[in-house]
């Protein structure tokens, strides 16, 4: 006869692990918080009736994300997509290069280089930190391509490897100086995609400001949001005034005739949304607390769980925590959507990491290396709810 | 001796007739008004937490947009460029295909094409309307086009002419009828531009519901704003739906996994930007009133001064009079600069027309049509003060 007093299963123990932590649901993945300014400027906004291309708050949210996150130089834009599209653009990617991208990422990431008719060439993840590997892409680099006149070309394709753009999962930095180092020996220009790790650092330094550009989102489900938005870095001032011409249409500045020099974009940020950008950092401290304590909690919550991890930071970095994230061994990945499918009838939202983009059908001809450490991951990451107001205060 | 009681120069004049009408300055050229249910539905937003890509206000405002336009679908996006570039996508443009665009707009029709990787065709104004010229056009195309298997080819550079962008100038409707019937003619989808004409109306109908899609901008300068936005429209359920796919990343619907079955974009309009968008198209009755008792009394106030009219709504037309224009005679026209020079100068803003797009640098080699009209226009026309906030209350 079966005992209905049998071991509790593997989806039963998240979820009473993450009920331990989270209080009673129904709860979402990740909401913002508005605690701060936001109301305040908002108002101020309005009443200002600057609330689109010109106004204050986009040269304040600006100046306030260059000094948070030490930038010399930040240029807000509608979105992190429209970020990475003008950060590539302004890394010298042109029609029919090649750009280094991790198969482990958001689609974001891959259409932008789309946009700039180049080509997404996949990437291999590590597992210490979820992004790409600096000393395996290193050896796929020596062995598939050379050096032509000072760039690094697919030797297979023939074309041109012009820039990389590892990215920070989930708030975790990835190996940035190794990868660094890389692009450097490779003649490969890098695009950081900080847009998951506002307040995450590398030994110290702020993520998105190692390469020549870096990028952010500030979408309704990152750390701080403003509705919709992102920004460029970069401690170069002409790639800053490149970027700051690009993303508002190129117009030459006059007193009234419309010239425009180049090809530009409608990327700026409205005023009313950096006004909100402008409350949310200031309250970015508190948030960082309150994520770092979600996952001291989930932590101590999941040590009983056998088979289960909470993804802690790396070595020698500080993550933002964006999203907490389960780790299944090796020997229960095949739980994952069980794990998932339960939760989320409990009224308590996990999702898993993305689809390779490799996978994709739009991408399923682009060039990539082996990889088996992403193929792995995907199937061993489960993201738990994660927003700054779960956090339980530290005792 | 010469006299210094000589005869009011026309800038003089010019200034005069605007001050009489807008009273003290300094004006600008146009700025939006709050004074409906914005701050009730953005602070309605913010304590939702729904800021960002879902919430209730962006449904709400497309279904209000097409009731208001009488479209059977609108798209919201994130700005006007945005719409155009998705919109010429649906109308299928295609690499290196040719598109019909006035060389008297703003650049983000041209950019827009140019996203497509296809090439601005240049096209002429009508004095009329200040739009694309049907007839001019019609006899253009026969002397310069052929058709070949249902499209029509550009006999001197071999490529398809895919699709014309007819732009209702200042919020003057345009012979869209007359372009209708070319573009059935010839073979070429029309994308309507109805960026500036939100309440115009041709013949009873609405601006931007003639073409397969019509598209809106809510920049801050338009006759309502959300920030920054603007919208698809359509009548065709189906490309109704591949705009709101395209827009949001062509994710296709799941409970948690990210398939992506095609290159998308993050166009989205966030929601904070629809509440806006939801209370200024609530009031946008009493703003099209006023915006046409300010044409009134420009029009009574320049009555006096000759050489120069406030123009007017073309026949069988209502136009939205989102800009007021003064329209100088020919003779005149060689006062434009001195003019807007005065205006600026004394505090009220004022700006010509802008430069014709086949003039900029990056559409110097982009082919074209002769452009008589469109040269003498930007020499004749000037935009004045236009905030409904300025209409004087009709006695």
New interface residues.
Partial sequence: MKSTQSIKSLSEQVLEAVVKVVGSGPVSLH????DGN??IY??EC?DS??????GKFVDKFEADLANFTGAKYAVSV?????ALHIALKLAGVKDNDEVLVPALT???TA?AV??C?AIPHFVDSEESTLGMGASKLREYLQATTEQNDGVCINTSTGRVIRAMVPMHTFGHPVDIEGLLSVSKDFNISMVEDAAESLGSYYFGRHTGTFGLLGTLSF???KII????GGAILTNDKDVARHAKHLTT???VSH????????????Y??????AA?GCAQLESIQSKLRAKRNLYNSYEKAFTGVSGIKVLKEPDNCKSNYWLQTLFLNNEFANKRDQI?EST?KSGYM???A??LLSN???FITSPKMDLPVAEMLIKSLINIPSSPSLAPEIS
Wanted: aromatic residues 14%.
């Fill in positions: 909401e913002p918080t508005f936001e109301w908002l108002k309005l009736t600057y609330v689109s291309s010109a509608v979105n992190g997509t429209a958001f689609v974001a259409n789309t946009y008719n979408n309704g489900n949001t403003t509705g919709g249409t190129a117009k007193k009234w005739e419309f010239i425009h020099d180049e090809i530009g974009y409608n700026r940020m409205p005023n009313i949304n909100l998932i989320n996990t999702r898993p993305w689809n994709l059908e739009p």
